[in-house]
């Protein structure tokens, strides 16, 4: 590890500092796949992509698994919003709050994905459920089948989900790579997951034997507006792989040109980048203002000596989320919504 690194995560460094540090790495990053394209960008993403071919549609889900979604739930009730949107938000007004925004993306999602009352709804990777309540309660005749690799966030769903006694969601937990679809839907919905997998062509095909005709695949991931990269561990600087993103990629915008999948690509949206820095600055806010009840669920999780540094990662983490999709005024990197149809 290096000194820098050392020194961030035991809190050595202000925000101000943490924040020039990212900003210049960056640039780094969009500099080096600048470099590497050269001008053939079309040829660097078929590359890519032939990438993804050789590989299971997940690498690393246990990794993944322990980097976000067994950190206690209280944590991120602390962090997050009242619907607890581990995702990008949508900032209707620079002075919107989180909770405002939250819902504004949960509607946006839902109109973008043309869900109606009454249809067979399947969500993959559902996380703490914001999602998934939401179309339960807003269209109470649908069925909602949500799949998500984690037994506390299965838990946690559930237990909403009898709390408000919403009869018409169901929670399956699930490693995508064991992940067989059995049933018929008229809608596939993912937020945020996609960008854990690999090989979307596998897991696309697998969902379209489930999809009844005319249904439709919404993906909400996000993505750089032209280069798509592996989040790698190969070297201890590797900050992001090692401790948030192992085995993650980051999707182009423009994916969907190379992909080879059973649907079509029926309409694309590339939301800007500065509504992620927004959500990012607001959970790193939130992190801040209840650390006092923070700090006490770390120590639970990872031990009274390593709590403090833990701390210390998750602000590091938001404050890096912040600079990435703020980086140009969100122009380069951002959130991409696609809708595929069969």
Known sequence: MSLAI??????????????????????????????????NHVTVLQRFVETLRQSPIAEVPELANEQ????????????????????????????????QAEAT?????????QIEDGMRILELGCGWGSLSLWMAEHYPNATIHSVSNSASQKAWIDG?????NLGNLQIQTCDMNDFEPEGEFDRVVSVEMFEHMKNWELLISKLNGVMAEGAKLFLHVFS????????????DDEWMAKHF??????????????????????SSWFVN?????????????????????????????????????????????FIACSELFGYQNGEQWGVSHFLLKK
């Open 224 to 235: 750089h507006r032209i280069h798509a990269y592996h989040f790698l561990k190969e070297n």
């Open 105 to 113: 993306m949960l509607r946006l999602t839902c109109e973008r994905a």
């Open 273 to 317: 980048g500065t509504h992620y820095q927004k959500t990012s600055d607001h959970w790193l806010e939130n992190m801040h203002k209840q650390r006092s009840e923070i700090m006490p669920i770390l120590e639970s999780t990872y031990g009274h000596r390593e709590a403090k540094r833990w701390f210390h990662r998750w602000r590091i983490f």
């Open 68 to 99: 976000h979604y067994e950190v206690p739930a209280n944590f991120f009730g602390h962090v997050l919003g009242k619907h607890r949107k581990y995702s990008s938000c949508y900032y209707e007004t620079p002075g919107d709050t989180l909770d």
């Open 160 to 164: 909403q989900a009898a709390e408000r």
């Open 245 to 266: 993103f192992s085995g993650g990629m980051m999707p182009s915008h423009q994916i969907f040109d190379c992909l080879q999948t059973p649907l079509s690509l029926e």
């Open 6 to 39: 050392d020194l961030a995560e035991r809190g050595a460094f202000p925000e101000s500092v943490i924040r020039f540090g990212v900003h210049g790495l960056v640039r780094e990053r969009l500099q080096e796949s600048e470099e590497q394209a050269a001008g």
